[in-house]
């Protein structure tokens, strides 16, 4: 059948296909015929494969679809022809996680990128970078095709305008750092649905980039209804507002005075502050109760324009203040704060020059005992029974997965090897015990092996709202080039619990997590790299999420994750930095564990310790296990 396609012989294509050949069956460089039809470009051909039961959603060695294959040769018949079959326009590819829609950006081709959109094709699918279709039309120059994304009325899918790459960056971040004389054109279309405060990598907002250029005086009315916060530093200490010229400064409050008043009317929700909320109406001197004067009296100016809404010349003195004192990151805000808001401040913590962090086995086991001493609203599935599971321990040496000379460390977290799910002895009745508990939270560390590697995460069960979510410190999908199939992952923990709990939710990281994730931002983290970090900070960070989440427990998952990230930015904080000092503590109580056996992490790794040694350590393990279970 191959020969015979490539060879575009019809009529022994057609034999074939009478003899039941396999039209699924690939060749020796892993294409199906219909890969192969679409590579000649022989429309007939393509149509009689569709005819056939033929996997539609089938890939390539690249990972590139037959969409994807008719969208990059521009075969308009046959694009509408697969979409029509009922092939998933939203597919991506295994290199870069790339949608036939990014291929029709990078062509020009609005013919079939507006016969995609209009069947489903998602304008917000994120590649392995971040980048959405939005994106690339900035990247390249590519005004008709973002039009067409905007303003198609058939659209299945409405635009997220706030969606970063790895690189913290929004489309209209681009369309500033870029050279195109489009660049009014763009900033036209994005602006309006654009988040002005959020920060890229180093710090920079649109709102930076408007205010630095001038164009803010183009957009005046616009930025009257935005959310505005003129005062978050750059990675070189610089506020948005310090872009303002003086002769210019009064124009440009009274804009922000506005756009604060704006907030503070359309959104139906308790402000901080009691004037605020005195502010959701006009208020005027001459009809101004006494109880209301006595509670804005000392916020107003001497010789306040008695015609005017007092609320203006509270929220223009206000900023004058910050202006000159705005040095609190959480009141430090142009905009008005919601009543019984959070204040999530992060911090980076003591330096740490040397990491000796290693993420084997033993620190993952220390990192959770670490957070069980921590906070005494959780519990664990673990056990002094940790040390042995034979079954894994000989699944890994089959695989030639090294876990140390005697598989140690191996029965206390939950471990996926190769698409099959081991659970540690005892699991399902600790699981119970802890239910039955007083603390809130389970958690349950999630180890990922492949011959390539080995990755972490965590689970986190809420008793309270009966959810268990798990974190992948990548973010919504997996690292880069270690495909351990998450999908089918998630399948199973979601079986697994259901079992143990029929009304249980199960919450992928697709649902709370941003496709660019904590470990992401720190990878791509340039400069901050020192001797001794490990190849990578993927079980730390599970731990840090986990304590971050225990310790704002109310807060939606979604929510906290996003606003920790901001947090992170607004602070110009390094993620390197700040998890590579976040395990000091951990590694204090490892150090002080393995002393017990009186070796060190160099001799540990080595497998340089006795059978007396590690006997030693083990019972330390097991002392400090059993004193948390009182």
């Not at 521009?74 to 036939?100: F, M, P, R, S």
């Not at 983290?525 to 960070?541: H, N, T, V």
Request: hydrophobic content about 35%.
């Amino acid at each position: 059948m191959h020969y015979a396609i490539e060879s575009k012989n019809i009529n022994i294509i057609k034999i074939l296909l009478d003899e039941g050949s396999d039209v699924n069956a690939y060749n020796g460089n892993g294409y199906n015929s219909l890969h192969l039809a679409i590579f000649i470009k022989l429309e007939e051909i393509v149509d009689l494969i569709l005819k056939n039961k033929i996997h539609l959603n089938a890939k390539t060695p690249n990972g590139e679809s037959a969409l994807h294959l008719a969208t990059n040769f521009e075969l308009e018949n046959i694009v509408k022809k697969l979409v029509k079959k009922g092939i998933n326009v939203n597919l991506q590819d295994h290199e870069n996680e790339i949608t036939a829609l990014n291929y029709v950006v990078s062509l020009n081709n609005s013919k079939i990128g507006k016969f995609l959109i209009e069947n489903g094709a998602d304008p917000n699918t994120q590649d392995f970078y971040g980048n959405t279709p939005l994106h690339y039309t900035i990247i390249e120059d590519n005004s008709m095709i973002l039009q067409l994304l905007l303003f198609n009325p058939n659209t299945k899918n409405i635009i997220n305008f706030n969606l970063h790459n790895v690189d913290g960056r929004l489309p209209l971040h681009i369309c500033f750092l870029g050279d195109s004389s489009n660049i009014d054109t763009y900033i036209k279309l994005l602006i309006g649905g654009t988040d002005l405060n959020k920060q890229d990598n180093n710090g920079i907002t649109c709102l930076h980039f408007l205010l630095k250029t001038g164009k803010w005086k183009d957009y005046k009315d616009i930025l009257k209804k935005k959310k505005l916060n003129i005062f978050i530093k750059n990675d070189r200490e610089t506020k948005p507002i310090d872009y303002i010229k003086k002769e210019d400064l009064e124009e440009f409050l009274e804009i922000v005075t506005k756009s604060y008043i704006h907030i503070l009317r359309r959104e139906k929700l308790v402000w901080k502050e009691d004037w605020e909320n005195l502010c959701k109406e006009e208020l005027f001197i001459y009809n101004l109760e006494d109880e209301k004067m006595n509670k804005i009296k000392k916020l107003i100016s001497k010789n306040t324009d008695k015609s005017k809404d007092l609320c203006e010349n509270i929220i223009m003195n206000k900023l004058k203040k910050l202006i000159k004192t705005c040095d609190k990151e959480c009141e430090s805000k142009s905009y008005p704060i919601e009543r019984n808001s959070i204040c999530l401040l992060v911090n980076e913590g003591k330096t740490l020059e040397f990491c000796t962090y290693t993420g084997t086995t033993l620190d993952v086991l220390v990192g959770l005992l670490y957070i069980l001493r921590k906070h005494e609203n959780t519990c664990s599935t673990l056990t002094t029974n940790f040390i042995k599971n034979p079954e894994l321990c000989s699944q890994y040496k089959s695989l030639g997965i090294s876990s140390g000379k005697q598989c140690d460390f191996l029965n206390f977290e939950i471990i996926w090897l190769y698409k099959k799910i081991h659970f540690p002895n005892e699991f399902i009745s600790e699981f119970k015990n802890c239910k039955r508990s007083d603390s809130r939270f389970i958690i349950i560390p999630l180890g990922i092996e492949l011959r390539k590697g080995s990755h972490a995460n965590y689970l986190i069960y809420d008793k309270k709202k009966n959810e268990i979510e798990r974190f992948e410190p990548h973010g919504s999908s997996k690292p880069y080039k270690f495909d351990y199939d998450p999908i089918t992952l998630d399948l199973v923990l979601k079986q697994k619990f259901e079992e143990l709990d029929e009304n249980i939710r199960y919450v992928p990281p697709k649902e709370f997590l941003p496709k660019i994730g904590f470990q992401m931002f720190d990878i791509y983290e340039s400069g901050c790299k020192k001797i001794g970090d490990p190849g990578g900070f993927c079980a730390l960070w599970a731990v840090w999420y986990v304590d971050i989440r225990i310790k704002y427990p109310d807060i939606d998952r979604k929510k906290l994750v996003n606003s920790i990230i901001s947090q992170i930015k607004l602070q110009n904080i390094s993620f390197k930095n700040m998890i590579r000092n976040y395990s000091q503590d951990i590694l204090e109580l490892r150090n002080e564990i393995l002393s017990k056996g009186n070796i060190n992490i160099n001799d540990y790794i080595n497998d340089n310790y006795t059978n007396e040694q590690i006997s030693h350590i083990i019972s330390a393990l097991s002392e400090l296990i059993l004193d948390l279970k009182k």
